[in-house]
């Protein structure tokens, strides 16, 4: 089981095959890494399964292999089109999935540099094409872990700058608490070739263009968003995890954010975050069990709202009625708009 969903294996990969297992899109959520939050957002997980689902096949309509098969309906795998209700559950090929060793403070991934194929690779890859005020790049600039030149710029950047060219970053997947790593860490500890790692980004701008496109329909800004890859038995690249969701990426409307983003903005106001931060400086092992607060829930017009949002961007991307009664996405933003400006704690961005 993960924070926002869980995994049930029917086959397990090996490393000469793929396995099969399904992925149960739960209604939970996480902020900053602290795991399940203390209430769930109604119809979230049926939401990100089906708008994972439209992205896979325009995926497969391109020629870029995934581990999607389809989404479960009369625990059959099906395709988008040949569903009828909503669904929270995604039959996927198994990759292995084989953790770093913690040795001390220190991460081994030794195993990485003999493996053929068949495996998640450990790093998640992260587009970036506006730099809003809580992008986690403002906060490493700060505490002098990036520069400018880093990420491509010449100058220090600031808050809701669009970026002329997308800046592609880097992080550890499987680690307790994931960190931000060079691309030359990344290469180093994944085993993958420069030529992958040209191959990787490369499919990261492709998949950044289709989600972009796709959202820019409803007049959305996709300001930047993640993606997970595995090697298949051939050792070619292909796509898994899910992308193109509000979990997975960062999405405004006229600077208001449409997506996981709006939780996170609340809770940055609350002790609760403040006492998350000081302890991740403490010990970044062991910081939630050191963490002398735990999370309020958030308050219900704003649950209610994040609910709506999930379930309208789904309805209006995929062009299907998924989930009846839920005002257009427009409506949406105004209602948010409205809590903005009552101040529940979210403030401006």
């Given at each position: 089981?993960?924070?926002?969903?869980?995994?049930?294996?029917?086959?397990?990969?090996?490393?000469?095959?793929?396995?099969?297992?399904?992925?149960?899109?739960?209604?939970?959520?996480?902020?900053?890494?602290?795991?399940?939050?203390?209430?769930?957002?109604?119809?979230?997980?049926?939401?990100?399964?089906?708008?994972?689902?439209?992205?896979?096949?325009?995926?497969?309509?391109?020629?870029?292999?995934?581990?999607?098969?389809?989404?479960?309906?009369?625990?059959?795998?099906?395709?988008?089109?040949?569903?009828?209700?909503?669904?929270?559950?995604?039959?996927?090929?198994?990759?292995?999935?084989?953790?770093?060793?913690?040795?001390?403070?220190?991460?081994?991934?030794?195993?990485?540099?003999?493996?053929?194929?068949?495996?998640?690779?450990?790093?998640?890859?992260?587009?970036?094409?506006?730099?809003?005020?809580?992008?986690?790049?403002?906060?490493?600039?700060?505490?002098?872990?990036?520069?400018?030149?880093?990420?491509?710029?010449?100058?220090?950047?600031?808050?809701?700058?669009?970026?002329?060219?997308p800046i592609l970053d880097v992080s550890t997947k499987l680690e307790i608490t994931d960190r931000y790593i060079t691309w030359a860490e990344a290469r180093q500890i994944s085993g993958l070739s420069d030529n992958e790692i040209l191959e990787l980004k490369s499919l990261t701008r492709r998949i950044n263009n289709l989600i972009s496109e796709e959202f820019s329909k409803l007049g959305l800004v996709n300001e930047d968003g993640k993606i997970e890859v595995g090697f298949d038995t051939e050792r070619r690249l292909m796509l898994v995890d899910v992308l193109g969701t509000l979990d997975e990426c960062r999405f405004t409307y006229d600077g208001i954010p449409v997506s996981k983003e709006i939780a996170r903005i609340y809770?940055?106001?609350?002790?609760?975050?403040?006492?998350?931060?000081?302890?991740?400086?403490?010990?970044?092992?062991?910081?939630?069990?050191?963490?002398?607060?735990?999370?309020?829930?958030?308050?219900?017009?704003?649950?209610?709202?994040?609910?709506?949002i999930y379930c309208a961007c789904t309805n209006e991307i995929t062009g299907n009625e998924w989930f009846k009664d839920i005002p257009s996405l427009e409506d949406i933003i105004k209602e948010i708009k409205g809590l903005f400006s009552q101040d529940l704690g979210i403030g401006g961005t």
């Open positions: 089981m993960g924070s926002v969903k869980d995994l049930k294996i029917i086959k397990e990969a090996t490393p000469a095959s793929s396995g099969l297992a399904r992925f149960i899109y739960s209604d939970r959520y996480s902020v900053f890494d602290w795991g399940e939050m203390p209430d769930h957002i109604d119809h979230k997980g049926a939401a990100i399964a089906l708008l994972g689902a439209y992205f896979f096949e325009k995926l497969e309509e391109k020629g870029i292999p995934t581990h999607y098969i389809g989404l479960v309906d009369d625990n059959i795998a099906r395709k988008l089109s040949e569903i009828q209700n909503p669904t929270n559950t995604m039959e996927i090929k198994l990759l292995q999935v084989i953790k770093p060793e913690l040795k001390g403070n220190q991460y081994s991934y030794s195993k990485y540099q003999h493996l053929k194929g068949n495996f998640l690779i450990p790093l998640e890859v992260i587009y970036r094409n506006v730099l809003p005020p809580g992008s986690s790049v403002f906060r490493r600039l700060k505490n002098g872990e990036i520069r400018a030149e880093d990420l491509g710029l010449d100058k220090e950047p600031f808050p809701n700058q669009k970026l002329d060219t809770y940055r106001g609350t002790e609760w975050y403040q006492s998350v931060e000081e302890a991740k400086k403490k010990d970044r092992q062991h910081w939630k069990q050191i963490c002398r607060l735990s999370p309020e829930p958030l308050p219900p017009r704003l649950k209610r709202s994040i609910s709506q």
